[in-house]
């Protein structure tokens, strides 16, 4: 029970008091370091909270140490003639003090402590003085009552200023832990852009020195080049076909074998000589050799690749052997007078084709240089750029940073300043109430021991009536029995608000009704409540739009910000994060192509002797910046697969029967080298072909005959772009019939053909020309181009272009090399089309071409569906 607790508290205290080393200051228990340790013994058991000044248990622990003589000093604002009382009453005691105590107060009242006092005091009883000091009691408690209220509230005001400004300072705190991991963060970003953006830069530097150097060698080269072009086109007109040459011997290093000598051909005439030594590059020194080679009947075209050549002491060398010995000597050379014009002049042609192709290759080979250079240079600045922009966006965190955490530092600062000196406002406070409410405290027991020392020491006759025990003996005074009011502790009510200030009703019931004692204070009452700001939280406006991407590949960063409405207060809910970020152009800006999955396979490419289906993977995005992507026609993008591989039976033998719906053009060469047997050959099986389509209805053919131009100069007359050349008579490509499906009559026709001669192998401008027939062809057939061919070709790099463009128009080339030259095959091949087996019948001789089987294989090659 609330009294059991209260003795027990005040039996702990006065066991304390007995101990050495305690005493009591100002109602409360103090000892010294010896006497704290012995409390410490006693009290192992849980401690019991302080006491708080003023308190009913402090009161009884305050009144159990209570003397006559303290009382006398506590007590303040005595009536003179309750004073002059009580010194009358107490004075019989000769308790210490009490002639102090009156002479205090009567002073105070302005009366001496003579006759006066002795009046007052003689109109006085004890029943009277114990009214006036319950009186004064119940008025000490009203006022502790008053002064612990006040206390109380400020002492909330105080906390919960406190308390704010420790929240404002963790806050602060927080915010500056956030604001410097930020900072780091973004300062390690700074670092990696920095060096990343330092080697961007180098390999940039790098690139372009390496680009430059690679560019003006391929430059030099082509000047070379150039160079050499005037010079062979200067040699060529000052010889003549009756033109005399030396054939010089150079004898062979013992033990080596005859067939280890060195020869070579060159020009008698000095001026010539002279010409040809002027030549720099390897292209043009090799041709000019394979050229006289030929004019002597020394070699030709089709082995000369296999030799090397070289230029010594101004001529030009035919070198048989691997590794010549430089300190042979030459022996007498030889003049050679027996030239074949037709040769001569046909090889120089060849020559300054190949020159001009070389040219044009290197002048190719430069555009694609410089191309690839530019796009490397594109990426590296786009990479560079993008790294500028994330430099510069890191940058601004970083102030941002900076200036947000001077202003977190600078709300720390103010936080704890404002801490410490509310800390120390509570200090002085504190004691001020604590001063207040013992003083209070003092009044009031001192005025209750005053009192109780008065019935100890007096009794009226009203007041043996009244304290008289039954059955006592008459005229014998009874101990008075004085109780005073005893309250509850104040229930507090529910409060009208949570915050931003309530009221609430606080009561308390009588424990104990007073009886002679200090009457009940007031057990009702009205105070406030919740008077600390409500919390108010931050309030944000909505996001902004993105920024743009800090670069378009590699990884870049976009940023939104938000403004901040309103900052939280008084523990609100903080504002969330006022910027935020994502990642954007993660595509690598070096990334590889990604390719479609494969398309089913197609249909078989021939209908008999083994054909091929395809299926293919198409490019679905293409490749970025330095990434790869495999070629259409490797493995990893296009694949075969054998197909139909029974052997082809003509239904009408010999010969197999084309019945696929073609357009067809017959490309026959009918130059120079291939002699009258040769040409005879060509015509018999483009007639077999002719009419091995004839007869169906889905074929159209036609034949185009073509040599080659009679010299350089016609030449590059044939590839100017103003088209004044004649194509039959200066290009010598000309139309033995436009496509038509009279293929009976066009096979009579061809037989009556007569040879160009000329040189041979305007492969490229017969190309062309069969090109642009079939865009008069039908949309519903085929194209095909049939090439029947034995001569050298000129312009092979433009021979190329071409037939690359026209596969790309899906016209489809079959290539049919009459040569023993693996190496003029392995060239054609580059023009036929896919699957080149399928596209390239290679004979190895006229009398093989005439052979019904070969017909058959270039028949079941061309057509995909026969009979």
């Excluded at 704290?36 to 019991?48: F, V």
């Excluded at 229930?491 to 608000?497: R, V």
């Amino acid at each position: 029970s609330r009294a059991g607790r209260a003795h027990s508290a005040l039996s702990l205290r006065r066991a304390a008091m007995a101990m050495p080393g305690t005493f009591l200051l100002a109602g409360c228990l103090v000892a010294t370091v010896a006497g704290r340790q012995l409390i410490n013994e006693a009290w192992a058991a849980p401690a019991e909270p302080r006491l708080e000044v003023g308190s009913p248990q402090h009161l009884e622990a305050l009144m159990a140490n209570m003397t006559t003589a303290r009382a006398l000093s506590e007590v303040r604002g005595v009536p003179v003639e309750l004073a002059a009382f009580l010194s009358k009453g107490i004075g019989t005691t000769r308790v210490e003090g009490h002639q102090s105590f009156l002479q205090l107060h009567s002073k105070r009242s302005g009366l001496g402590s003579g006759s006066g006092a002795a009046a007052s005091a003689a109109a006085m009883d004890v029943d009277s003085a114990r009214e006036h000091l319950n009186a004064m009691a119940a008025e000490a408690l009203k006022d502790l009552e008053v002064v612990t209220e006040q206390c109380d509230e400020l002492c909330r005001q105080t906390e919960q200023n406190l308390k704010n400004a420790q929240q404002d300072m963790q806050d602060a705190q927080v915010e500056l832990t956030r604001v410097r991991s930020t900072w780091q963060a973004a300062d390690a970003d700074q670092k990696s852009i920095s060096a990343s953006l330092s080697r961007l830069q180098a390999e940039l530097k790098n690139r372009r020195q390496s680009c430059s150097a690679a560019i003006e060698s391929l430059h030099q080269e082509g000047a070379a080049l150039d160079q050499d072009v005037a010079q062979v086109e200067k040699v060529v007109s000052m010889s003549q076909c009756d033109v005399s040459l030396l054939q010089c011997h150079r004898k062979a290093p013992a033990g080596h074998g005859a067939q280890h000598g060195t020869s070579f051909i060159t020009f008698k005439k000095k001026v010539l000589r002279r010409s040809v030594s002027r030549l720099r590059s390897e292209a043009a020194k090799q041709g000019l050799q394979r050229a006289l080679l030929a004019a002597v009947g020394k070699g030709g075209s089709e082995h000369v690749h296999k030799e090397h050549h070289e230029m010594a002491s101004g001529h030009l060398v035919h070198q048989t052997r691997q590794d010549p010995t430089q300190n042979s000597t030459w022996q007498r050379c030889t003049i050679r007078s027996n030239t074949n014009c037709d040769e001569l002049r046909e090889k120089f042609v060849e020559m300054q084709t190949d020159l001009l192709d070389k040219v044009w290759a290197l002048r190719e080979t430069i555009n694609h240089k410089n191309d690839d250079c530019k796009r490397e240079e594109a990426n590296y600045v786009a990479e560079i750029l993008g790294e500028k922009n994330r430099l510069s966006a890191v940058a601004v965190q970083l102030a941002q940073a900076t200036t947000m955490e001077q202003s977190a530092l600078e709300k720390e600062r103010l936080a704890k300043e404002q801490e410490a000196s509310l800390l120390q406002s509570k200090e002085r406070d504190e004691a001020a109430c604590h001063s207040r409410k013992e003083g209070l405290a003092g009044q009031i027991c001192g005025l209750r021991q005053l009192r109780g020392e008065l019935y100890k020491l007096q009794s009226t006759k009203k007041s043996k009536e009244l304290l008289q025990v039954s059955g006592a003996a008459a005229g014998e005074p009874k101990e008075t029995f004085i109780q005073d009011c005893e309250l509850s502790d104040w229930a507090p009510g529910s409060c009208s608000a949570s915050c931003g200030g309530g009221s609430q009703t606080m009561e308390r019931y009588i424990v104990v009704k007073p009886s002679l004692g200090i009457e009940c204070g007031i057990l009702k009452k009205t105070v406030p409540c919740n008077v600390q700001e409500c919390p108010v939280d931050c309030r944000l406006g909505d996001w902004g739009g993105w920024s743009s991407c800090s670069a378009e590949c590699d990884g870049g960063m976009q940023e939104r910000v938000r403004q901040v409405k309103m900052d939280a207060k008084h523990g609100g809910r903080p504002c969330d994060t006022t910027t935020e970020a994502r990642s954007c152009g993660t595509a690598a800006c070096d990334a590889d192509c990604e390719l479609a999955p494969w398309t089913p396979w197609s249909t078989c490419s021939k209908a008999c002797d083994s054909g091929f289906a395809l299926r293919v993977r198409k490019e679905k995005t293409a490749a970025k910046g330095h990434g790869s992507c495999a070629e259409w026609h490797s493995a990893h993008r296009l694949q075969y697969r054998k197909c139909n591989t029974e052997v082809c039976r003509p239904k009408n033998p010999p010969l197999l029967r084309c019945i696929s719906k073609l357009d067809v053009v017959l490309l026959l060469d009918s130059g120079s080298g291939l002699r009258e047997e040769g040409w005879s050959a060509i015509k018999s099986a483009a007639q077999d072909i002719i009419r091995s389509m004839s007869g169906v209805d889905g074929v159209q053919v036609g034949v185009l005959v073509f040599s080659g131009p009679g010299d350089f100069a016609t030449v590059q007359k044939c590839q100017a772009p103003d088209g004044n050349a004649d194509m039959a008579d200066d290009c010598r490509v000309s139309w033995a019939s436009h496509l038509t499906a009279e293929t009976e009559k066009l096979a009579d026709d061809v037989g009556s053909l007569k040879w160009l001669k000329n040189t041979g192998g305007f492969n490229s401008m017969a190309l062309a020309t069969a090109g642009a027939e079939f865009i008069n062809g039908r949309e519903d057939a085929k194209s095909l181009v049939i090439a029947l061919t034995g001569s050298r070709p000129l312009l092979p790099r433009t021979t190329t272009q071409v037939a690359k463009r026209l596969r790309r128009q899906h016209t489809r080339l079959l290539w049919v090399p009459i040569t023993t030259s693996k190496r003029r095959v392995k060239e054609v091949s580059l023009w036929a089309s896919r699957p080149r087996r399928d596209s390239v019948v290679w004979v190895k001789s006229f009398s093989e071409l005439a052979l019904p089987s070969t017909i058959n294989k270039v028949i079941a090659s061309a057509c995909p569906e026969v009979e």
